[in-house]
């Protein structure tokens, strides 16, 4: 038997589906996480029973309104009055990964994320999935995240697969040859 949250998230991408707007709602959920995990307290208020649910609404709706799809809008107005908003982070997870499985299975299309210290140049991304296209053997789809920890270069995840290309990775091997060397 599915659980609430998958045939939430079922739900979700038939209704983008619908008006071929599956890419544009997964992009958005992400963002709205990212809003609401920046904003815990607004979280806090939706989850909470102690909140009239038509409070709720129109908070959402005050909100959220002109920054999210009318598909969006009306899942979490769904989500609100059925008091399911706590399963929203479970539904976007759950959405994301049977986007990405469709994608590999029907589309042939794997993604992948580049992290960088600082943002890749339109070109270098592209050859970067032009690279890894060849190397899978399905297309590639890679999304750039920032990682200020790296000093340079890129590491790529494919499948949870890392491959590594950074400044920090090649002074450690460059550091591991030079204690191998024999200087007597």
């Known amino acids: 038997m599915m659980r609430n949250s998958e045939v939430d998230a079922w739900q979700l991408i038939v209704d983008a589906a619908e008006v071929n707007q599956v890419e544009i709602i997964r992009s958005e959920l992400g963002g709205l996480l990212a809003v609401l995990h920046d904003v815990p307290r607004f979280l806090e208020i939706l989850k909470s029973p102690a909140v009239r649910i038509d409070q709720k609404k129109e908070w959402v709706e005050a909100t959220f309104s002109g920054h999210i799809s009318a598909v969006l809008m009306n899942f979490l107005i769904r989500l609100i009055k059925e008091e399911r908003f706590d399963s929203l982070a479970e539904v976007e997870k759950l959405y994301d990964q049977t986007v990405s499985q469709y994608l ?13 210290a600082t943002p890749l140049l339109s070109l270098q991304l592209e050859q970067l999935e032009h690279l890894f296209t060849e190397k899978m053997g399905k297309q590639v789809k890679l999304t750039e995240v920032i990682d200020a920890s790296l ?3 890129y590491k790529v995840e494919i499948k949870s697969q890392m491959y590594d290309n950074t400044i920090g990775l090649q ?4 550091k591991e040859s030079l204690q191998k060397v024999d200087l007597a």
Do not use: D, F, H
């Open 104 to 116: 590999e299975e029907y589309a042939n299309i794997v993604e992948g994320k580049v992290y960088s």
């Open 151 to 153: 000093i340079g270069g």
């Open 171 to 174: 002074l450690q091997q460059l």
